[in-house]
């Protein structure tokens, strides 16, 4: 928790908005936390208004290029943070979502694309954790033992929950009372 934590709180200063990319339970859960937990209007809401924290938006659950348009155009002239979720990295929406993502940032931040990039994914192999260990990206693992649909409490989910600046230790400590 308290490398999420402090990943997150760095990543966040420095980014006026964060995408998360992944499909299925590696974003369901994350984006219905952050929803349930965060205001209805959040990324409309000042800066302070957030807590200090970026916009927030998730993408690659999908090949609407209207949505992935539309959500670019919000993006423009913003500095971006990524988390790409993925467990193979090879899953067809979310990689070219990154792609796309990636190309962004390493555009608009030559210098520190690498740290404005995290990649969750498996610990030990698949495309995109090769690229992620190439590229020098910060990670997170997905665990081997948990699915999607219920991996929102490990750092599938912890890390854009942290993001929108749920405390998430008090958020598993809720959980764990339950």
């Given at each position: 928790f308290d490398r999420i934590r402090e990943v997150t709180a760095d990543l966040?200063?420095?980014i006026d908005a964060y995408v998360s990319i992944g499909i299925g339970?590696?974003?369901l859960g994350v984006e219905a936390t952050f929803l349930a937990l965060s205001h209805t209007h959040f990324n409309r809401l000042s800066r302070e208004e957030r807590g200090g924290?970026?916009?927030i938006y998730f993408l690659g659950q999908n090949m609407d290029t209207d949505f992935f348009r539309d959500s670019l155009d919000l993006l423009r002239g913003k500095?971006?943070?990524v988390n790409c979720i993925s467990k193979s990295g090879t899953t067809t929406e979310s990689a070219i979502a990154f792609r796309i993502?990636?190309?962004l940032v390493e555009e608009l931040a030559p210098e520190d694309s690498r740290e404005l990039i995290l990649a969750t994914t498996d610990a030990k192999r698949g495309a995109l954790r090769q690229l992620a260990n190439e590229k020098g990206y910060t990670t997170?693992?997905?665990p081997e033992n948990i699915g999607g649909r219920?991996?929102?409490l490990s750092d599938v989910g912890l890390v854009g929950i942290a993001m929108a600046g749920i405390d998430i230790?008090?958020?598993v400590a809720g959980f764990r009372f339950m």
């Open positions: 966040s200063s420095r339970g590696s974003y924290g970026p916009e500095r971006v943070g993502l990636r190309r997170f693992v997905v219920f991996s929102v230790h008090e958020l």
